[in-house]
């Protein structure tokens, strides 16, 4: 299955809440759209301001100059307005039928002819104002995007629209836009050094996937040729070395373990060790993600560093903070706790499966700028993609 249809069906619960809450927005607006003028998002960027779109009013007034759509032959005409007095062609039928909804495009010639394009209902539109980019932005912030984010992707997609009349399709795509000029930056595998053993250290909160993750990306690497070797550095808890061995043997890595409650860095010590002997590409170090007791904590992961560095001054060459999605704004604070801990290079985002918070990943994005190498899009081995912005862009604001 494709990153995007794989994407797609797992970020269900945040397209759905982001397009929904989109659709609902636009639905506020008056549900108009003159014949024949209802252009894609390209074409609504191109279009020139207001005067090409008719005041929100204007369909009640029957003079004005766009009246409503004409009625599909053999279909009653609009409810609201009066025809008019002197219709210029298809007259009205006179007995009242099944009502239609009011905005049809009335298909072309041929489409007519031969019957074969059925009406495609134009979607309802909205002005852009104040009200509905404060609508926007409301949207946004729930969808965890960010105060700061919300405001700047609101003022962007605002810039040189005013008074446009959008709909939610042009809406979603104009905010799929300014979502992949954030993400697009960031969107960066794991970069593969020359030097071997790469020492890739694993850090995050508790239960926030770092297992999970170090077990999939293994996987990957060894399918990629890769010799890895992995370090199951939270000593302090037996399950947490268990899982990972678990997940050593999914991927068919070695994984080292230590004693319970022995000195997670003499176990980093070892790992490098051996990875250096056995000429491994790759040692991935898990690590405890106890924030109880930051002062602890900090100084475990400061203590693996200064022994692996008695191997080689160059290492960690990476640190990867693995970030739950389901936690929201949490994951904002859990980057700031973690660039203090330890000297993050990278994020892997879990979890983005299911959870209607996958805004949050644009907020990071927009926040500090880190490469986000990888996406976790379920528990299965093979649930780890790279991040496509455009893709994940399109899936977050609900288009297909
Ligand atoms: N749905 C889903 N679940 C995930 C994903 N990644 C991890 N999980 C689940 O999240 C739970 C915690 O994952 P772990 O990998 O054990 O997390 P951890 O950070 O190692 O946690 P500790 O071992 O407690 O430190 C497990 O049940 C995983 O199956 C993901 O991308 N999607």
Known sequence: MSFFSKLRERLTKSSSRIGQGLDDLVGEGTPETPPGRAPDAAQADAAPPAPAAPPPEAPADPAAPTAPPDPLPGQPGPVTPPPPPEPAEAPRPAAPEPAAPPE????????????????TPAEPRREL???????LEDTLVAADMGVDTALR????IAEGRMGRRLSATELKTLLADEITRIMTPVARPLPLYPKTPQVVLVVGVNGSGKTTTIGKLASQFRAAGKKVVIAAGDTFRAAAVEQLQVWGDRAGVPVMTAPEGSDPASLAFDAMTRAEAEGADLLMIDTAGRLQNRADLMEELAKIVRVIRKKDPS?????????????GQNAISQVETFRRLADVSGLVMTKLDGTARGGVLVALADRFGLPIHAIGVGEQIDDLDAFEPRDFARALVGLD
């Open 315 to 327: 290492a960690p060459h990476n640190t990867l903070l693995v970030l739950d999605a389901t936690t």
């Open 129 to 135: 104002d104040d009200a509905m980019l404060e609508d």
């Open 104 to 119: 049809t495009r009335r298909p072309g010639l041929m489409g007519r002819l031969f019957g074969a394009a059925p009406p």
């Open 153 to 156: 992707v609101t003022a962007n």
